[in-house]
């Protein structure tokens, strides 16, 4: 429905392949997003239908992040081992608080995108997406939560 609205407010006309082609002008337009990066059938984020490259996904967070908007987006994605998806997540003392992200799962498929803010104040926007992987139940979200770990120590110790 929300992409039906979208449809409608941009193009006068709530439907489907009207609320796709803002979607797509807006990821093309304004985003940067380049053909082949994502491919969007029905506007549910549980579809696996609908596709997005990883690359996409950080262009959409660098996009935000010079919003005017960002503050209320921002604070809108989960906080390592605070709250939300992420409150028993991330939870280790160096990362507490420190990454806020939006998290993905259905079966054999899990993602974690957001922010992570270093220890040298630099903000860093990132995106983890495994598809189509053997992994069962938490051992998915473990192993972005490691690769993310990984992330964020690299950066750190950069300066």
Known sequence: MLLRTLGHAVKNYGSLTAGLEALNAFAAQQVGILAGETYFSDGSGLSREDLVAPHAVAKLLLYMARSPRFPVFFDSLPV?????????????????????????????????????????????????????HPLKDKAGPATLDAITLEIYDWFSKRR
């Open 80 to 132: 390592s081992g605070i709250d939300g998806t992420l409150a028993s997540r991330l939870a280790e003392d160096r990362v507490r608080g420190r990454i806020h992200a939006k998290t993905g799962t259905v079966e054999h498929v899990n993602s974690l995108s957001g922010y992570m803010d270093l220890p040298s104040g630099k903000r860093l926007a990132f995106s983890i997406l495994a598809s189509n």
